[in-house]
């Protein structure tokens, strides 16, 4: 199994970036992938979760429409476009995937958002 994550950087506040993550391993288009991110300090949360079908999202409170999960079960990829960043976006960001008594984890991509 393998989630490898891409697209992470450093971007100036109010810029975008889109994060990727290529999946193997597993059955994709049956699990339930979400995005999740861990800052300086604070604990890992929940920023972005789409269903298998790619029919249903659920997002973290804090994005606040800025964020955008999406998925290409063809691709085994799932992605996750980030615009209006700030500041306290900073953190590691997980891409994961979740069915019936499995959760994955990849080893995270960086995002600093600063000027």
């Known amino acids: 199994v393998q989630l490898v994550e891409s697209g992470g950087g450093l971007v100036q506040p109010g810029g975008s970036l889109r994060l990727s993550c290529a999946a193997s391993g597993f059955t994709f288009s049956r699990s339930i992938m979400s995005w999740y991110r861990q800052g300086p300090g604070k604990e890992r949360e929940l920023v972005a979760t789409?269903?298998?079908?790619?029919?249903?999202?659920q997002y973290g409170d804090f994005v606040k429409g800025r964020f955008s999960i999406s998925r290409e079960n063809a691709k085994n990829t799932v992605s996750l476009q980030m615009n209006g960043l700030t500041p306290e976006d900073t953190a590691v960001y997980y891409c994961s995937a979740w069915g019936p008594g499995y959760a994955y984890w990849g080893q995270g991509t960086q995002v600093t958002v600063s000027s």
């Open positions: 789409i269903s298998g079908g790619g029919g249903s999202t």
